[in-house]
């Protein structure tokens, strides 16, 4: 599985995390291809950091609450900022990239603006 599949299945679990009663065994199970490495480590590790990686993107919104933001929107910042405080070794250019890929595939071009927009402030910090 490529790196981009992966990120689109965990977007999915996670995604399935924020929607249902589901534990994090069940919604990995949920996903087709689901034994990756690297998907279990964006899924199991945005997960385990939850609440520090909440409070990040809370930080660098404008003129929007958290708890306002469109839950595909939510689910792509919160890989993105995983891999970003959490996998060094992933260029933050092509994790910006890949959280406005997956807006573009799982909502439209105005999430994929704003996904850019938040990101891109908080690597400028």
């Not at 998907?39 to 990040?56: A, M, P, R, Y």
């Not at 993107?57 to 792509?76: M, Y």
């Not at 992933?90 to 406005?100: D, L, Y």
Request: glycine share 4%; proline share 2%; charged share 30%.
């Amino acid at each position: 599985m490529k790196r981009r599949e992966a990120r689109e299945k965990a977007l999915q679990a996670l995604f399935q995390l924020d929607n249902t009663e589901l534990t994090i065994e069940e919604a990995v199970s949920y996903i087709e291809g689901n034994n990756n490495a690297f998907f279990e480590h964006l899924v199991f590790g945005t997960v385990n950091h939850l609440q520090e990686i909440d409070e990040k993107i809370a930080g660098h919104l404008q003129n929007w609450s958290f708890d306002r933001l469109p839950k595909v929107e939510k689910t792509a910042l919160r890989l993105a900022v995983f891999e970003l405080l959490y996998m060094e070794e992933t260029p933050k250019n092509v994790v910006v990239n890949e959280a406005i890929e997956l807006c573009k595939t799982f909502s439209d071009d105005k999430a994929a603006k704003f996904v850019n927009g938040v990101l891109s402030k908080m690597i400028e910090q």
